[in-house]
């Protein structure tokens, strides 16, 4: 059914020049997967209702965004006029004509390193994902190599990956890097060493707009807090510290870049951490009414949020999505995505070093 939508939502009709509209290209996880594990044999997968169930473009149906609406760069590229959403890569015939405006590459369960989520048999590593655009480069040639370039300069380069490496790291049934063996301060090192990798791969290409996402608060998300037992208002705080010194280091490794590839280059660090912490906080001020809760599937594992063929095989959804955080027990809702895309495009240095995304996108 998913296969009648058409997977490149055009806001606008199509005489705007490419080039001269907001361009972006998109690798992550599922906080920005916006379809490719639709394409993968995998455990990891939002095709289901009510996954979409506030995505206007789709009529409310799954787009294999693991929300109920609109993820962060969606919501980004809207507010600096895109003419649509990059299409997900693994999308049929997605390359040739999308490679214009921008192509997503976020793959659910994925991490930096290539060994996370293999639990969830499919998906597309970070290492992977940035293969898959020096493929995608090759359409670019068709324009010429100086325009291509020209394009690539101008075009905003997103990672949001890590969370997973994260939840792997603290679930010792998976064997991975020696389980736990590893200590919190090498993984952390492991993980920004492969990261710059990729993001340096990406420059030598042509990239030179990044916006490089640290890692939220996962301490605080349902998963974790119903794993740990942890009571309403708590967060753990062993995963919060790994995560803290991880984008600590992320921070650091991305001003030396910018040190060494600026001011043609800008590498800007999305400080997630402190602005999803301040709304899980203070969530009552952001107008939510529960920051505890997923919106659909339950605080019980197996977590899942999904529309069975009656009601005692269908998870149970909130009344009103627009006050939750949460949308399902890992994921934010589109409320929430809202709020974090708000401050990323014109909050200050303390949320977006050493620019916000705003200032990013009209640089020269
Ligand atoms: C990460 O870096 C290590 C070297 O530190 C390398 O052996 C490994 O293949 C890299 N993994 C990925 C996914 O890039
Ligand atoms: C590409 O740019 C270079 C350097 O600016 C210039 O010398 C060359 O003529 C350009 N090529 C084309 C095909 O425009
Ligand atoms: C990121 O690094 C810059 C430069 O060292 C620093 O000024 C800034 O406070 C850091 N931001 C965070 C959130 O740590
Ligand atoms: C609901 O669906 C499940 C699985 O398809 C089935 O086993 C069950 O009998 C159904 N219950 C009702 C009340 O129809």
């Not at 290492?127 to 690539?152: D, W």
């Amino acid at each position: 059914m998913r296969r009648l939508i058409s997977i490149i939502f055009v806001f606008t009709s199509f005489h705007v020049l490419p080039a001269l509209s907001f361009t972006s290209f998109v690798f992550g996880d599922s906080l920005v997967d916006a379809g490719n594990n639709d394409y993968l044999f995998t455990l990891s997968k939002a095709d289901s209702p009510p996954y979409g169930i506030d995505f206007k473009p789709s009529g409310g149906q799954p787009t294999g965004r693991f929300t109920n609406g609109r993820t962060i760069p969606d919501i980004i590229g809207q507010v600096l006029g895109a003419v649509s959403f990059p299409p997900p890569y693994l999308a049929p015939s997605s390359q040739a004509d999308a490679i214009h405006r921008g192509i997503n590459y976020a793959s659910g369960a994925s991490g930096i390193l290539d060994e996370t989520g293999a639990l969830f048999i499919g998906r597309v590593p970070l290492r992977e994902q940035v293969n898959y655009f020096e493929q995608s480069r090759h359409y670019l040639n068709v324009m010429g190599e100086n325009r291509s370039k020209e394009f690539l300069k101008k075009a905003i380069f997103s990672l949001t990956s890590g969370s997973n490496d994260i939840l792997n790291y603290f679930q010792p049934s998976i064997p991975f890097l020696g389980g736990g063996k590893v200590s919190p301060s090498t993984f952390q090192d492991y993980m920004v060493f492969n990261l710059t990798v990729q993001l340096k791969r990406l420059h030598e290409m042509g990239a030179r707009k990044f916006v490089v996402v640290g890692i939220g608060p996962l301490g605080c998300i349902p998963f974790v807090r119903a794993l740990n037992l942890l009571p309403s208002g708590k967060c753990s705080v062993g995963v919060n510290e790994l995560i803290q010194g991880y984008n600590k280091k992320l921070n650091a490794t991305l001003d030396q870049l910018n040190q060494e590839l600026g001011p043609e280059s800008m590498f800007v660090y999305a400080n997630s951490y402190d602005i999803f912490w301040k709304i899980v906080r203070n969530y009552r001020q952001y107008g939510f009414e529960n920051a505890n809760d997923p919106c659909c599937g339950g605080y019980f594992p197996p977590f899942v949020c999904f529309k069975g063929s009656n009601a005692s095989t269908t998870s149970v959804l909130c009344d009103d999505r627009s006050k939750y955080v949460f949308w399902d027990a890992y994921h934010p809702t589109e409320a929430a995505n809202i709020i974090i895309s708000k401050m990323l495009l014109d909050g200050d240095e303390s949320v977006s070093f050493p620019i916000n995304v705003r200032e990013l996108y009209n640089k020269n």
